[in-house]
Nanobody, 115 residues
Framework: QVQLVESGGGLVQPGGSLRLSCAAS????????MGWYRQAPGKQRELVAR???????AYADSAKGRFTISRDSAKNTVYLQMNSLKPEDTAVYFC?????????WGRGTQVTVSS
């Protein structure tokens, strides 16, 4: 089993920044891709950003230029730096990791962008 602990969510004003963290622990033999997804009320879960084991990244169009994903392989941790936040970024953000035994999800952290 793999456990994921997310942190860093909260309430922020439009234009503000947040940094999400997700630490993986447990039966990790090899971490492949790590990523962040989000789900707003009434909407489907969508990819925000992901990063591979060699550092290749991909972003949703809505995140490009504002969000940056990074990872610390030594700590099995993935980060999402979110800048210039907009009200439409409000959602529950989920961390996901792909290991040799499958894909694991965190419980999510709420991000609310509001004045």
């Amino acid at each position: 089993q793999v456990q994921l602990v997310e942190s860093g969510g909260g309430l922020v004003q439009p234009g503000g920044s947040l940094r999400l963290s997700c630490a993986a622990s447990g039966s990790i033999f090899r971490l492949n891709a790590m990523g962040w997804y989000r789900q707003a009320p009434g909407k489907q879960r969508e990819l925000v950003a992901r990063i591979t084991s060699v550092g290749s990244t991909a972003y949703a169009d809505s995140a490009k230029g504002r969000f940056t994903i990074s990872r610390d392989s030594a700590k099995n941790t993935v980060y999402l730096q979110m800048n210039s936040l907009k009200p439409e970024d409000t959602a529950v953000y989920f961390c996901a990791v792909v290991v040799t035994t499958g894909t694991y999800w965190g419980r999510g952290t709420q991000v609310t962008v509001s004045s």
